[in-house]
Structures are given as C-alpha cells and as structure tokens.
C-alpha cells in the first residue's frame, strides 16, 4: 500500500490541479501543493487531519458554506461513485470540483478529490456573453464581413436598420448594402485594412433592402486571428440620416428665406463675390436690381400680415419666372428683393430685366377673396461701373430705386455716376 500511495504522491504533484485523497472515514491519505495554496490551509492543519476538519476551516471563504457543507456529507454518506460541483468564493474566485471514488488494493475505500480555478474561464465567458448581448440588442448596426466582402455575422440592429434577416444575408456579399457610386469608395478602404493601413470611421450611403438610401456612419475595424493575422472587417453602423437631414436644414436656413425660400442676404453677398471673382477673370461685367414693392405697407396694414406673407411668395415666384436660371433673386428684408444678373453683355439687358420683373409684378394678384394690384420700384448698379465690392454695389443699386421711387414708382433706374457711393476706405 505504501508503494501504491507514492506512486499516487508523485501523479498528484504532477498536475497543476488542487488534489486530496480520502478515505471512506474522511481520512487523509495524501494532497498535492496546489491544494493546499488554493484553499490557503495552514500547514499544520494537514498534518493527521480529517477531511471534515479540513472543509470546516474553509467554510468561511465561501459564498454558500452550507451549501458547501450540507454537499460534503451527503458524498460521504452515499458514496456515489463520481460528483462535480461549482464553488464560488468571496474574492471572486470560482472553483470547478470533480470527485470520483477509486479502488485502492481490492477496496472500494479511496476517494479522489480535484479542484481546478476555472475563474479566468468563467469572467471570459461572462464577458463574451456580456459581449453578445451587447451586440445582439445593440441599436446600431452590427456586421462582420471577411476580406472577400461576404457577410459573416448579422446582428438585430442590421435587421433593423437595413431591413434584411441574418438568413438573407450572411453568406452574401456587402455590395447588396452598397450603391452602385459608393463601390470604389468600398474597394478603397478594404485595400486600406488588406494593407494593413488605419481606418476608423466614416460617414457614406447604404442601401436598405428596398433600395432606400440611408446616411450611415460607420466604425470598423480589423478582425484578427489567434496569430494576429486580419481575417475581416468589424463593421458598425448608425443611421444617420435625421441628423444629416437636420443639419443640411440647418444650412439652408442660414443662406435662405424662410417664407419665400429664396437665397437670403449672406447668401446674396457669398454670390456676389464669386460674381466679382468671375468677372474680374473673364473681363465680363454683371448687374445689381435692387426691387422693392411700391405701398407694400399699406396692403400689409389693410389686409393683414397672412395675406401679405402669400403676396411676397407670389412676388418671388413671378420673379424666378423672368430671370435665367443662372441668376440669383434673393430676399433682403420686408419688401426688399435684390436680383443677380450673373453676366449681361450690356446694360440693355438689365434694363430688359428690370421692365419685364415691372411689368410681371404689376400684374394683379388673386388671394383669398382679394384682388390685389402692387406695382415696383428697380435700381440698377453695373459692376464694374457703379462698384467693384459686393457692398458698393449694394448700396448703389438701393440709392437708385429710391431715386426711381422719388420720380414717380413703378419704374427703374440706374446708378448715376453722381449717386455713385464708394465703398469705406
């Protein structure tokens, strides 16, 4: 027998597993280094101990002593010929135990007892399930593509955002997500990770299952083996298309009138300056109608702002009627429109302008249960005769409707060479 237990001495030893052997009565045949470290037993305590002695000291390092205990007696009052349980202690440690009884010399005596610290194992599969759940009811988008650009993995916010299921699409290529004029931009890119090369995040357009096109923002990064070679692209997307549509609403706004839609004065000004840049490269020259409706105010007070409001939008939209498509008619303020004759081989044509705009706006106006008659007062300013900056010719063209005004309304007229006021040194 005493060849038998140093045999199993020198096998207990070998293994980086928590082992004690017990008799049938819970005495202490042998254990192994490990056992004594993982359980943090005093030395002393081993020596002639018993088995129940043993796991009363360590009762106290567990989450569920009783639990624990009440388990203990049960195995050695049935003898089952193998158990295993899950111990989880108060540091955070968890312990797989197996036990299993064995034959020692003809007798069924003998109990082997193994623990093994499957802590790490545990946290890493808490943290992969934690992981999953987290990708599975993420809101974004969340898809994994090899570097063939076949979908691999599919989860609930794709289904959501693109519209297809996780059977539909993986195995299939991610150009079904992708618009014909997106492609080169994708082929780009995965030649970037191919390479090796840093690619975080992007904003482009995919393609819903019925072919709607959705601004995304996406986040992506390589997927890696266990040898750190790339295998595929992680793929995360957020549909931004809201934000993208609030913002450009944003813009427009900015540089646009919000009764009349038309380009409002900062829009007005950025295009006079890329007017005046024009012209000075090209030697061409371009016209300034400053247009304000005559007695305005007092349609206005009569009738009330809401039926003033649709009078100004039928102004503007009888304006955009008589003027090119490469002109500008803006909004100013109240009453006051500016037209942008981009170029004008003479100053013939923005008097030809200028009548017809008179003549349209003179024509009667059907709103409600009214019919309204306004008439119009134009000033003219040429550049680069009446100023060669974006606010001189402003100013200029404002004096000369006024001028009009005071002769009389319903007329045009251009900047003289006496009204003319430059721009501030």
Not at 136 to 144: G, K, M
Not at 175 to 180: D, E, H
Not at 210 to 218: A, F, L, R, T
Request: glycine share 6%.
């Amino acid at each position: 027998m005493n060849h038998s237990l140093s045999i199993l001495q020198a096998i207990l030893e070998s293994t980086p597993d928590g082992l004690l052997v017990t008799t049938r009565n819970g005495d202490v045949l042998c254990y192994n280094h490990p056992y004594v470290e993982m359980w943090r037993i005093p030395g002393k305590l081993m020596n002639d101990a018993k088995h129940q002695t043993i796991f009363q000291h360590c009762l106290g390092q567990l989450k569920d002593p009783q639990q624990f205990l009440n388990s203990n007696e049960e195995i050695y009052a049935a003898w089952p010929p193998e158990s295993s349980d899950v111990l989880e202690f108060n540091d955070g440690r968890i312990f797989e135990r197996y036990t299993k009884a064995q034959i020692l010399e003809g007798s069924n005596m003998m109990r082997v007892w193994s623990f093994r610290d499957i802590t790490e194992r545990r946290q890493a599969e808490a943290y992969k399930a934690q992981l999953a759940a987290i990708v599975e009811f993420s809101d974004d988008a969340i898809l994994v593509k090899d570097l063939n650009g076949i979908i691999t993995s599919w989860n609930a916010g794709a289904e959501q955002m693109f519209g297809y299921r996780a059977s539909e699409v993986i195995g299939s290529p991610i150009s079904v997500l992708i618009p014909p004029d997106c492609q080169e931009e994708e082929t780009r890119i995965m030649g970037l990770i191919k390479g090796g090369k840093h690619v975080d995040h992007y904003e482009t357009v995919r393609w819903t299952k019925g072919k709607k096109p959705i601004d995304v923002s996406v986040t992506i990064s390589p997927v890696k083996d266990s040898e750190g070679n790339i295998i595929g692209v992680s793929n995360i997307a957020r549909d931004i298309t809201y934000r993208k549509a609030s913002q450009e609403r944003i813009v427009y706004l900015a540089h646009h009138d919000s009764l009349t839609r038309l380009p409002n004065r900062a829009l007005l000004t950025d295009s006079l300056k890329a007017a005046i840049g024009n012209a000075r490269r090209y030697s061409t020259q371009f016209a300034v109608l400053f247009v304000d409706l005559d007695c305005f105010k007092l349609i206005n007070d009569t009738f009330g702002h809401e039926i003033g409001d649709k009078l100004l939008k039928i102004v503007a939209e009888r304006m955009q009627s008589v003027v090119r498509q490469t002109d500008i008619v803006s909004r100013v303020g109240g009453d006051e429109f500016v037209v942008l004759l981009s170029r004008i081989q003479a100053p013939s044509d923005a008097a030809r302008v200028a009548e017809n705009i008179i003549a349209t706006l003179s024509q009667p106006y059907h709103i409600e249960q009214h019919e309204l008659l306004v008439t119009a007062s134009v000033g003219i300013s040429l550049y680069p005769q009446s100023g060669k900056d974006a606010g001189s010719l402003l100013r200029n063209a404002d004096t000369a409707m006024y001028s009009a005004k005071g002769h009389g309304k319903n007329r045009y007229e251009f900047c003289s060479e006496d009204s003319i006021r430059p721009s501030p040194p």
